[in-house]
């Protein structure tokens, strides 16, 4: 026997973690953040190495905070939840 519908709202993710029901789980959490080079560390990283500054320099952008997209998790189920681009 299935009960009623659970229906969710998308929450807005930003660069900390979020309070929010897991649409996958339904359990009431705190997003796990990890983070990845975003399309800005990528493109800060091209400019740095077309300026001639290639051994390494053009590294420093996907080392910064700034420059990278935030991903959100689960941490009770693991399901990705979204990302929130730099």
């Known amino acids: ?3 009623p519908p659970i229906l969710t709202t998308v929450v807005p993710v930003g660069p900390e973690p979020t309070h929010m029901i897991c649409p996958h789980c339904h359990a009431e959490i705190d997003t796990t953040t990890y983070t990845r080079p975003g399309n800005i ?3 800060a990283a091209t400019l740095i ?11 420093i ?4 905070d700034n420059c990278m997209d ?3 998790t689960c941490p009770n189920c ?8 730099r």
């Not at 001639?52 to 590294?59: E, R, S």
């Not at 952008?61 to 910064?64: E, F, N």
């Open 61 to 64: 952008p996907c080392c910064i």
């Open 78 to 85: 693991k399901a990705y939840l979204g990302k929130y681009r």
């Open 70 to 72: 935030v991903h959100h």
């Open 41 to 43: 560390a990528y493109i």
């Open 49 to 59: 190495c077309l300026m001639g500054c290639a051994f390494g320099c053009c590294l």
């Open 1 to 3: 026997m299935k009960g």
